[in-house]
């Protein structure tokens, strides 16, 4: 079964803000990240977030990251159509990665 | 620029065909990595690479085997490609230290018929 666990569609409108969440079940992860895939390209790492971090913010994103209930989140602020794309939410796993099934975010103008 | 190139973005073949996927990495990164990617199902690993001539299996590794003789080379390879191993594969590679964050290729779209 999934170790990380999102939901996978997720609608708004330009200029809204965006949240998506995700569960992962490694306690020991070091790091969490988030990638972002574009139409037709590969993974794109977005941001990360450093285990022992409650949050982290880099301009419109933000990350929240629980580690008591094993979810993080990431807000997109003042999201813009060029934000539609698939978000992946990932854990790092002895020198590998998991990732989630994918958030496919629709921006609607 | 960490750039990570994938051999072609289409392919299409037939079932049973031998199917070879290349991967090159520029960046002397020790790990190399292979998923198929499809709706709904995100990212699964194939295989991965911690070194050169080394290899280990992922999630789902029946029906494919790699091949990593250069460091900045990974190859996935169909023996006998069949119709659902049609998806998107896509190769990473990154360090063993830091953050361990992946660097992904294109993707190469496969088509059995």
């Known amino acids: 079964g999934e170790d990380v666990e999102q939901s996978l569609f997720l609608s708004v409108r330009e200029g809204d803000s965006s949240v998506i969440n995700c569960t992962y079940t490694d306690s020991s992860s070091t790091y969490l990240y988030w990638y972002k895939q574009e139409p037709g390209a590969g993974l794109q790492l977005l941001t990360y977030?450093?285990?022992?971090?409650d949050m982290k913010q880099d301009q419109r994103l933000t990350v929240l990251l629980n580690k008591k209930d094993k979810h993080l989140s990431l807000r997109i602020a003042d999201t813009q159509t060029g934000d539609s794309a698939i978000y992946f939410c990932a854990e790092d796993h002895n020198n590998d990665m998991r990732f989630g099934a994918g958030t496919r975010l629709t921006v609607k103008p | 620029d960490v750039k990570v190139t994938q051999s072609s973005r289409y392919l299409v073949k037939r079932t049973g065909e031998k199917v070879f996927l290349e991967c090159v990495q520029d960046?002397?990164?020790?790990?190399m990595f292979w998923y198929r990617q499809d709706p709904g199902l995100g990212l699964r690993l194939i295989y991965f690479?911690?070194?050169?001539?080394?290899?280990e299996k992922g999630d789902i590794p029946e029906g494919y085997s790699v091949s990593r003789e250069k460091k900045e080379r990974f190859s996935l390879i169909l023996e006998s490609a069949s119709t659902n191993q049609t998806s998107m594969y896509l190769c990473?590679?990154?360090?063993?230290?830091?953050?361990?964050?992946?660097?992904f290729g294109p993707g190469t779209r496969l088509t059995v018929t």
């Open positions: 977030i450093f285990s022992n971090m």
């Open positions: 990473a590679s990154s360090l063993s230290t830091g953050t361990y964050e992946q660097y």
């Open positions: 690479s911690y070194d050169v001539k080394m290899k």
């Open positions: 960046m002397d990164h020790e790990n």
